[in-house]
């Protein structure tokens, strides 16, 4: 299996605060991705990177931001929490077409 | 916006039954992805199709990659209940950014 953490694993926080959450690798992949995951809607990508200090949006960026400054570490920030935010957050790393997947994140906006 | 199609959402069968589930795009994409989740636990790549009319078979499953690359199916065969969960298409976008997306996933449920 690919060495990928998320953490926490699991959050509950209030609405307005900032929240961020972590991802870390130990394989060394060029590409992490951050996805959220809501029942109906498969997988959402929010952000990506594909190098340190590069990052581009994917479709539910609002909201969101990241920052990637090492190769094994990417952070995505809620700058302002809201229950629309509500879901399970999954980080995703690869360096070909295959991505593999962390455990995820269940985050409850209350 | 390139978009993964996939159906049908949901599909229930009786162990024993067929099925296909297809996805599909209005898109070229140069490989395409087929996911397969469980409740509580991130997607596991099952296969990667490359070449337009690829046939790839993992025991029971069969994946094709449609001519154009605009397309792909994944055809269970005598379904078991332990094929039970969430099957998710994915490709990337045009322009190797390395931008993944996925389909919105088809809930496959096999009753014993």
């Known amino acids: 299996d690919a060495g990928i953490t998320q953490s926490p694993r699991h959050k509950v926080t209030e609405t307005g605060t900032p929240v961020t959450l972590r991802c870390h690798q130990t394989e060394n992949h060029r590409y992490m991705y951050w996805y959220r995951q809501d029942p109906g809607h498969g997988l959402r990508l929010i952000h990506y990177?594909?190098?340190?200090?590069?990052?581009d949006k994917g479709e539910v960026s609002d909201g969101y931001s990241v920052s990637r400054s090492k190769t094994e570490d990417f952070l995505l920030t809620l700058e302002s929490a809201t229950s629309s935010q509500t879901s399970v957050y999954f980080c995703?790393?690869?360096?070909?077409?295959?991505?593999?997947f962390g455990q995820g994140t269940r985050l409850t906006v209350v | 916006t390139q978009l993964l199609e996939q159906s049908p959402q949901f599909l229930s069968i009786q162990e024993g039954e067929n099925l296909t589930v297809y996805c599909n795009s209005s898109?070229?994409?140069?490989?395409l992805q087929w996911y397969r989740q469980e409740p509580g636990e991130g997607p596991v790549l099952l296969v990667t199709v490359v070449t337009g009319g690829e046939v790839k078979k993992l025991k029971r499953l069969t994946f094709q990659f449609g001519d154009a690359r605009k397309d792909s199916s994944l055809h269970i065969t005598a379904a078991q209940p332990g094929d039970t969960g969430l099957y998710l298409c994915a490709a990337h976008g045009s322009g190797n950014t390395g931008k993944l997306i996925f389909g919105q996933g088809t809930t496959l449920q096999v009753k014993p």
């Open positions: 995703a790393i690869g360096q070909g077409p295959e991505a593999f």
């Open positions: 990177s594909y190098g340190v200090k590069d990052t």
């Open positions: 898109s070229v994409f140069s490989s």
